[in-house]
């Protein structure tokens, strides 16, 4: 299935997705450092870190729904992908929650509750990301329909030529 939202001949949520991904487990280190070093920077690291992987992964949401809402309605692909969306917006959320308990304190070091949220949201972002893996590799979501091992040219917007 082809997905709908594409960009210069690839789907735009897999481009989207890697940025929230690293950019939250980025958060999760700079917090560790945090607590093992003291050091307020990467607590200041951490915060921003988290914002921003908050912010990116509400766009790569967005377009997930996209290819989402565009598969046939009683298949196993549209249950796994409603699984895949919900546990992601449950990351989102826990990051979202934890990143304001640590804005309501003085300073932007992570308590006790923020770093709780932001672990289960890391473990809950394993669970999505094997969902989305599932998705693609299994049931060949966002997989353009002439694809293959011998394509010559990187997707276009047209059909890709192969050999």
């Given at each position: 299935?082809r997905?709908?939202?594409?960009?210069?001949?690839?789907?735009v949520?897999?481009?989207?997705v890697?940025?929230p991904l690293?950019?939250?487990?980025?958060?999760?280190?700079?917090?560790?450092?945090?607590?093992?070093t003291?050091?307020?920077?990467?607590?200041?690291?951490?915060?921003?870190?988290?914002a921003a992987?908050?912010?990116?992964?509400?766009?790569?949401?967005?377009?997930?729904?996209?290819d989402?809402?565009?598969?046939?309605?009683?298949?196993r692909?549209?249950r796994i992908g409603?699984?895949h969306?919900?546990?992601?917006?449950?990351?989102?959320?826990l990051?979202a929650?934890?990143?304001?308990?640590?804005?309501?304190?003085?300073?932007?070091?992570?308590?006790?509750?923020s770093?709780?949220?932001?672990?289960?949201g890391?473990a809950?972002?394993?669970f999505g990301?094997?969902?989305?893996?599932e998705?693609v590799?299994?049931?060949?979501?966002?997989?353009?329909?002439?694809?293959?091992?011998n394509?010559?040219?990187?997707?276009?917007?047209?059909?890709?030529?192969?050999?």
């Open positions: 299935m997905s709908r939202a594409r960009f210069a001949g690839h789907a949520h897999p481009m989207l890697v940025f690293g950019l939250l487990v980025t958060a999760v280190v700079f917090d560790a450092l945090f607590y093992v003291g050091g307020a920077d990467f607590a200041v690291a951490g915060a921003y870190t988290m992987g908050v912010v990116g992964g509400s766009v790569a949401s967005t377009f997930g729904w996209v989402w809402s565009s598969l046939p309605a009683g298949t692909a549209r409603l699984v969306g919900l546990t992601n917006a449950v990351v989102i959320t990051f929650v934890s990143w304001l308990v640590r804005l309501t304190g003085e300073t932007w070091e992570p308590t006790s509750t770093l709780v949220l932001a672990l289960a890391l809950l972002v394993v990301g094997w969902l989305g893996a998705l590799e299994r049931h060949a979501v966002g997989v353009d329909e002439d694809a293959s091992l394509a010559l040219k990187m997707a276009t917007p047209g059909k890709a030529q192969h050999a």
